[in-house]
């Protein structure tokens, strides 16, 4: 993507046209892509595939709309609806592109190759292995669950991640509400097995404990009647309110739709250990440590990365998988990372500040005008999205509220700053840096990003100059525009045709028909 990954990926976006990309190379590159998940489809899907030699590997041969698994678990929406064969996604969007049910285990870039195996068995040889060669390397291959080492959890706890999980801890309530029936069970049994516990207060969670609860109130009830007083969910999470990721008022509003339905919220708890008839859980604020017997328990607590993708990160000794602003990935020859699994290092100003200074400075005075900043705004705003999220917080109208903060009371126009006062203006500006969150929403729109500039490629190559000339960081010219989340709101159903939704501009609403307003912002993306 960069003049420093070779004959990378550089263009302005807004001026690319087919018409002028020079005649196909002889060969076509190869671009390999791991993952059929939200990120791996949304890049697949927007690509032109006539341009390259596309291989798609993953174990999963079908697309799962998560959105809609926690409704799998209690059978309002059927499995089969929420996913879509991958092969017939490709066929119906005319793409020509070779799909391998594999997975890959390891990530060779010196070789740029990966190496998989596969998941449908075992070739003649009793060997599933091959590898795979590329000349571009797209990682969408999500996130896993993370238990954070707690012991039993992994032993004893359902997960939603997946369709088959959401199938699974179907069966294993009705298993509950089945074993509970049995005669000659105590009362304090029954109460133990008809204890539905949800570690995490996240979206996820409380989605799926509204749903359990529907499913319990409407369904289950009619057909057990006599053991329908003996049936309760908790949810357990160790913050102070659940849905934290929300708008307060939001998560004020489902714990109160929750207490009227009887869910039980233990905010403040740490699950420390599980066994297979009781959890431990440990009071953050007095050090308590109490037993919760349980009879199914559904653990959606955190994400935590793929064994292939630790194994990578520590080839070139990187904390996490990450990737520079335009997705790919730093020091590592042609590989980009998009979706659960990465996460983007937003490039710091005061790192480049020098730098900006220089290139503003247009007349080498030594110091900048009001309109040699003006000039340079645009660019400043587009590489480092943190400047206009710090104004916005501030409240300041514009760049001259910034540097007069920095210069003092100075009048607006006239103002003139040297060096180190522009770096004292600009000096909080990088603590508004935001990482992206891991939604389905940020993994599709970095698909489709990614795949904007493979499509864009050689138009790139054939015009590197842009307006982007703020690099400074020693990565060549960007001219492309860096990846930019645009957040369209969040969703959460609290049962009972209850919902809560958030959407851009402060924008918060909550009752009976908010369901069918996100529904309907939903389709029409
Ligand atoms: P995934 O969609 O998980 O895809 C990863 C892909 O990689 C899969 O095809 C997998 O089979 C494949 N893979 C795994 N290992 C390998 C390997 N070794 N080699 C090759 N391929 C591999 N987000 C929202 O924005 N809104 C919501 O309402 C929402 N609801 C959710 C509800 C649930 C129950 C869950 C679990 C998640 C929800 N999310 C939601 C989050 C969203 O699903 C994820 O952020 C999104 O799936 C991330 O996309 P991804 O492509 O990075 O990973
Ligand atoms: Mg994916
Ligand atoms: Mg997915
Ligand atoms: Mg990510
Ligand atoms: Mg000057």
Known sequence: LTAASG??????????RAEEAPEPPPRKKKVVVLGTGWAGTSFLKNLDSSRYEVKVISPRNYFAFTPLLPSVTCGTV????????????????????????????????????VHCRSAVGTNLDGNGDFMVDYDYLVVALGATVNTFNTPGVMEHCHFLKEVEDAQKIRKSVIDCFERASIPNISEEEKRKILHFVIIGGGPTGVEFAAELHDF????????????????????????????????????????????????????????IKVSDDSITVKCKSSGVETLVPYGMAVWSAGIGTRPVITDFMSQGKRRALATNEWLRVPECDSVYAIGDCSSI????????????????????????????????LEDICIRYPQVELYMKSMHMVDIADLIKGGVGDSNKESMVVN????????????????????????????????????????????????????????????????????????????????AAAELPGDWVSMGHSTQWLWYSVYASR
């Open 78 to 113: 059927e499995a089969r609806s929420v996913v879509e064969p991958i092969r017939r996604m490709f066929e119906k969007k005319g793409k020509d592109v070779a799909y391998y049910e594999a997975e890959c285990f390891k990530i060779d870039p010196t070789k740029k190759a």
């Open 216 to 271: 319990l109130v409407e369904d289950l009830v009619k057909l057990y009647p006599a053991i329908e007083q003996f049936v309760k969910i908790t949810i357990i999470q160790s913050g102070e309110h659940i849905l934290n990721t929300f708008d307060q008022r939001i998560a004020v509003f489902a714990e109160s739709k929750f207490q009227r339905d009887g869910i039980e919220l233990s905010t403040g708890f740490r699950v």
């Open 419 to 498: 060096i180190e006062e522009f770096k004292k203006a600009l000096s909080h500006v990088d603590s508004q840096v935001k990482t992206v969150p891991a939604t389905a929403q940020v993994a599709a729109q970095q698909g489709y990003y990614l795949a904007d500039c493979f499509n864009k490629k050689d138009h790139c190559v054939e015009h590197p100059e842009g307006p982007l000339r703020l690099t400074g960081s020693g990565e060549g010219h960007h001219n492309f525009r860096p990846f930019r989340y645009k957040h369209l709101g969040q969703f959460a159903p609290l049962g009972g045709e209850q």
């Open 7 to 16: 004959g990378g990926i550089v263009a302005y976006a807004d001026s690319a």
């Open 345 to 376: 290092s937003q490039r710091k100003i005061m790192e480049d500040i020098s730098t900006i200074f220089k290139v503003a400075d247009k007349d080498n005075s030594g110091t900048l005008t009001l309109k040699e900043i003006n000039d340079v």
